[in-house]
């Protein structure tokens, strides 16, 4: 050991103070309690990650291993060189209670396309105003789960995680589930059981993931066009001590280092945004699940010897096959008087302009009492996402061709 500590490059090159700005109240919830956003220093360089821990109140392992990552690995955030901030407790009210929940009984993360909560609110005006190009969204998962106990299971993966699978989507092809690989092979060399997010169907069948764009790796993806992370911490089991409690929160930890390490080394920082889509391009508005090509592995303990092992698993629903495209119109009319699809659209911050306007620019279609959203607008794919259902109703939105098309 004979290395001079003088020479080694992360102790002359950091600063001797580096002051981080003060926390930020963004908001807070029904109850008054605020919520914070921080940042390691001035949030400008991107790419810019925001990392959100704590959407689930009976999930205390996220904030935990958030808190370690900014404890033991700070000096190593910063020379990254990326904006980095952090909600350290989404839903601070039941973080407080040990509950899922917001104290209305509000689901935050089934909450990002309708944003009924003042805390969906929240970070929804955060993601709209930091425009952060990475989202890493932070939970917990239990090692008991009824369909893998019938096969003699509990799964004991340390660190699951997802990233967006809704179709509409648009990422490099393969990019996604390449990276994946990548932060799971990184971690398995730092000796951390790592695999992709997976429910255990009742049924006994086993999908990736969601396509549901009600949650915030979908929402946010599709919305403000930011690559999005599920990063889940396994729940210790009744029987697991502080030792093995510790080295759960580490191995969420070190996902996240991964992860971030990974963003801070790609040759060109992906946009903060996606361009506005354009009037016929094609969208695809719902998928269904086909059986991957390969197996998925899956590391469980056999309920019966005790053993911890790696299972490869055949059939698993693992590829989003798009069941429908549409053709994006120039724009979609919604009558006012639909408030449940114009409201959430409104606190989304979606642009419109008045039907007569519209009109009055020789658009056809529009009642004088349409709120109009046109397409070409930051995350406007989304709208097709979210209006296309209901545009087969007859009272519900409609599509409006471009003028003269
Ligand atoms: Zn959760």
């Keep these: 050991m004979s290395a001079d500590v003088r020479t080694l490059p992360w102790l002359k090159a950091e600063p001797a103070v580096v002051t981080a700005p003060p926390p930020l109240r963004v908001g807070h919830t029904s109850l008054g309690t605020p919520i914070w956003l921080e940042s390691l220093g001035p949030i400008a360089p991107r790419p810019r990650v925001l990392l959100v821990a704590g959407q689930h109140g009976d999930e205390p392992e996220g904030p935990a291993a958030l808190r370690?990552?900014?404890?033991?690995?700070?000096?190593?955030?910063?020379?990254?060189?990326?904006?980095?901030?952090?909600?350290?407790?989404?839903?601070p009210d039941g973080l407080l209670r040990g509950t899922r929940a917001t104290p209305e009984g509000i689901d935050l993360n089934r909450d990002h396309a309708t944003l009924a909560s003042p805390e969906a609110r929240v970070l929804h005006r955060v993601f709209a105003t930091f425009a952060p190009?990475?989202?890493?969204?932070?939970?917990?998962?239990?090692?008991?789960r009824a369909a893998a106990l019938a096969?003699?299971?509990?799964?004991?993966?340390?660190?699951?995680?997802?990233?967006?699978?809704?179709?509409?989507?648009?990422?490099?092809?393969g990019a996604s589930s390449r990276t994946l690989e990548e932060v799971v092979d990184d971690l398995s060399l730092e000796g951390v059981a790592a695999g992709e997010y997976r429910l255990f169907q009742a049924a006994g069948r086993?999908?990736?993931?969601?396509?549901?764009t009600d949650d915030l790796r979908n929402a946010v993806a599709l919305r403000y066009g930011a690559e999005t992370w599920l990063v889940e911490g396994r729940h210790p089991r009744p029987d697991e001590g502080p030792e093995e409690r510790r080295r759960l929160v580490d191995a969420q930890r070190r996902a996240l280092r991964a992860i971030l390490r990974?963003?801070?080394?790609?040759?060109?920082?992906?946009?903060?945004?996606?361009?506005?889509?354009?009037?016929?391009?094609?969208i695809a508005v719902a998928a269904s699940w086909a059986r991957r090509s390969r197996p998925l592995p899956v590391t469980v303990r056999d309920v019966r010897s005790g053993h911890r092992h790696r299972v490869d698993l055949e059939g698993v629903l693992g590829e989003v096959e798009p069941t429908r495209r549409v053709v994006l119109?120039?724009?979609?009319?919604?009558?006012?008087?639909?408030?449940?699809?114009?409201?959430?659209?409104?606190r989304q911050g979606f642009s419109f302009t008045a039907g007569r306007?519209?009109?009055?620019?020789?658009?056809?279609?529009?009642?004088?009492?349409?709120?109009?959203?046109?397409?070409?607008?930051?995350?406007g794919a989304a709208l097709a996402v979210w209006l296309e259902r209901a545009s087969a109703r007859a009272d519900g939105a409609h599509r409006l061709d471009a003028p003269g098309a």
């Design 329 to 346: 119109p120039a724009a979609y009319a919604v009558p006012a008087s639909q408030r449940g699809l114009t409201g959430p659209l409104l």
């Design 68 to 91: 370690a990552l900014l404890e033991q690995d700070r000096v190593e955030l910063r020379r990254l060189g990326l904006g980095i901030a952090w909600i350290a407790e989404a839903n």
């Design 151 to 173: 096969r003699g299971w509990l799964l004991d993966d340390d660190v699951l995680l997802a990233r967006a699978t809704h179709p509409a989507v648009v990422d490099e092809p």
């Design 262 to 282: 990974r963003v801070a080394a790609r040759p060109r920082p992906s946009p903060a945004r996606r361009a506005a889509p354009r009037p016929g391009e094609e």
């Design 357 to 379: 306007d519209y009109r009055a620019d020789g658009g056809d279609g529009a009642a004088d009492d349409d709120l109009v959203f046109p397409v070409d607008q930051p995350g």
């Design 206 to 212: 086993v999908r990736l993931s969601t396509l549901g």
């Design 133 to 144: 190009d990475v989202v890493l969204d932070l939970h917990g998962y239990p090692s008991r």
